[in-house]
C-alpha cells in the first residue's frame, strides 16, 4: 500500500501548479500549494499514509458531512431532511440564486446554505456549544481532541458576508431555526476545525464500514442514514463538479476550500487527501488527481 500511494502523490504532483489556494478566506491565502499528502483507514484498523498526511488543515466543507451525521443522531433523519433537499444543486456552493427560486430551502446538505440550516438545529444555545458537539463526535471518532483553527475561524467570520447573507436571506423563509448568528458562527467554526489526513480518514471510516466504528466497535450511525449519506456525497459533495467526480472517481467523496477531500469506498475503506491548491470549483487540484490515481490502481469506482 505504501509504494501505490507514493506513486499516487507522485502522479499527482505535476499538477499542483495549475491551481491556486483560496484567497477569498484571507487566512487560508497563506497556505502552502506545494503540499500534498493522502492516508488510507481500512476497517481491519489498519492504515497508511503518504506526503503530509500529517500536516493539520481545516476541513471548511468537509465539516458539512459530519454537521450532517451529529444532526441525524440528535435529531433523526426525518427532521433533518424537512429543511434541505437531496438533490445536487449544479451552482457554486456559496450561489444564493437557487435560494430566491427554491423559497429559501437549500438543494442539499453540502452546500453552504444546506450546511447553515443543519447548523441550525444543533442542540445547544451558542455556537461553541454546538460546535462542541460536532467536534466532540469527531474527536472520538479520530482519537483525538479536536480544535478549531482561530486564525482562520475569525478570518472568515470577519469578512463571510456572502455567507452571513445567505443566513438571513433563509431566515427570511424560516428555513433557520433560531438566532441566525448562531446557526451561521456554528457553520464557520465547524469549517475552521483543523485536522490531518489520517485524523479525517479516520473518523470517515465508519461511513464505510455500514455506520459502526470499527476501532471502537460502536454504531454511529444506522446503515439505512449511511446510504442516504453515502449517496449525497456521491451526488453533491464535490459541489458543481460532483458528476465528472464520480466518472473519473467513481466513490463517494466530500471536498473543502482547506484543500481537503475525503472519500468513502463502502465496505472497503476510508481515504483522505490534502493539497491546497484548489481548481475554479473549489476542488483541491492535488488530492482529486491522487484519488484518481488510487480509484484507477484498485479498482475502487463504485460503476466500473
Ligand atoms: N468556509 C467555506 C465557505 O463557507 C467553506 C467552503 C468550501 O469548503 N467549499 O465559503
Known sequence: MHSILDAALQSARPFLSKGKVAAYIPALNRANPD????AVCLPDGSSFSAGDAGVGFTIQSISKVFT???????????????????????????SLVQLEYEAGRPRNPFINAGAMAISSLLPGETSSIRLDVVAGGMSELCGRELSINVDVYSS?????????????????????EGDVTVAVD???RSCSI?????????????????G????????????????????LMTTCGLYDASGEFACRVGVPGKSGVGGGILAIVPGKMSIAAFGPALDEKGNSIGAWKVL?????????SLYA
Open 156 to 176: 472568515e467570520r470577519d469578512t463571510g458576508n456572502r455567507n452571513k447573507a445567505v443566513g438571513f436571506f433563509m431566515k427570511h423563509f424560516d428555513i433557520i
Open 194 to 210: 483543523e485536522m490531518t489526513c489520517l485524523e479525517l480518514a479516520r473518523a470517515g471510516l465508519f461511513l464505510s464500514n455500514h
Open 35 to 38: 503540499q500534498l499528502g493522502v
Open 186 to 188: 456554528t457553520y464557520f
Open 68 to 94: 450532517l451525521v451529529t444532526a441525524i443522531r440528535s435529531l433523526g433523519r426525518d427532521r433533518v431532511f424537512e429543511r434541505v433537499g437531496l438533490e445536487p444543486s449544479g451552482n457554486p456552493f456559496y
Open 212 to 231: 459502526v466504528d470499527p476501532t471502537s466497535k460502536q454504531r454511529i450511525l444506522e446503515q439505512h442514514d449511511v446510504q442516504w449519506i453515502n449517496s
Open 292 to 300: 484518481e490515481f488510487l480509484s484507477a490502481e484498485m479498482g475502487l
